[in-house]
């Protein structure tokens, strides 16, 4: 069963966006598109009139506007959409299961929309075993980027980044685009030093020689599976999400990973996808891995 690109709306200028960008995508991959929002009848304790089927038709109008927004853009498209009766989270986090990706809205330099407004979609974003795309709405006037690359970032070992590598890969082979893989890398602290600890360093020639040949490494195997897309090696020392988002300036997507582990607080999203959620101009895909 061909899994479909699912994105969130709310009617918000940036879930359109978000539309806008998962029907384009969907239309690349040839994949089906789901619109849905998350609709939870919750009575209010106040003495108000409240109107359920009031409020539960301004949910569908909603639907309705996304769908006619992407189907004049992309008439080809299999289209599908669903209010669907849950908190936004949960609805979202279902979504994402079954879903090739999520896609999200969001606003600005600073906390993400999501589907509704708060910290939703950070929340789902830290949570969702699958790919998660955050779309940033551009200012009036301002031109969707054409011709970048697809910039991804490697860190760890192939088994780290295989996930990652492998949404680069085909995001980059569904646009026709070229892709740079950055690794960061930054001297090790005083203490870690020893003639142990830097023996695999000193074996490739230095620190920078030894952080390249594991870059080449991890992506060894998806040049042969992707043997059209044109792969630039981008190792810089420096801090991982500066040097990332210095890389992914004029990019079309970034794509960084998240290490899902939990943590005594929560669900974290680490600070490499941290900066780049909430920095990067183009889309943001983040990608979980183990």
């Known amino acids: ?23 384009g ?10 619109l849905l929002h998350a609709w939870l009848w919750q009575p209010l304790d106040v003495p108000v009139v409240q109107d359920r089927e009031a409020q539960a038709e301004a949910a569908r109008a909603v639907l309705r506007e996304a769908r006619t927004r992407v189907a004049a853009r992309h008439p080809d498209l299999s289209v599908t959409a669903e209010v669907v009766a849950d908190t936004a989270v949960s609805a979202l986090l279902d979504e994402a299961e079954r879903s090739e990706m999520l896609v999200l809205g969001s606003r600005g330099h600073g906390a993400l929309v999501g589907f509704l407004l708060g910290s939703y979609g950070q929340q789902v974003i830290a949570a969702a075993t699958r790919p998660v795309v955050s779309v940033r709405a551009r200012g009036k006037g301002a031109a969707e980027p054409e011709g970048g690359e697809v910039v991804v970032g490697q860190q760890g070992t192939p088994q780290d980044s295989d996930a990652v590598l492998g949404f680069a890969f085909e995001a980059a082979a569904a646009r026709g685009a070229a892709l740079r893989a950055v690794r960061a890398w930054s001297l090790p602290p005083v203490f870690a030093y ?30 042969e599976r992707f043997p059209d897309v044109a792969v630039t090696e981008h190792v810089e020392i420096g801090s991982a999400g500066q040097v990332l ?16 582990r939990h943590s005594p607080v929560g669900m974290r999203i ?21």
Do not use: N
């Not at 988002?245 to 899902?260: F, W």
């Open 25 to 34: 995508e969907a239309s690349l991959r040839g994949v089906p598109l789901r």
């Open 270 to 290: 680490g600070s490499v996808a941290h900066a780049a959620l909430h920095h990067a101009a183009c889309p943001v895909a983040v990608v979980p891995y183990a």
């Open 245 to 260: 988002l210095s890389a992914a300036s004029r990019a079309q997507v970034l794509v960084v990973g998240r290490r899902v």
């Open 194 to 223: 020893s003639p142990g600890s830097l023996r695999p360093a000193d074996e490739a020639g230095g620190l920078e020689p030894f952080e390249t040949k594991a870059l080449r490494e991890a992506l060894a195997p998806w040049r």
């Open 1 to 23: 069963m061909t899994r479909a690109i699912a994105v969130g709306v709310d009617g918000s200028p940036e879930s359109l966006a978000a539309a806008d960008w998962a029907a």
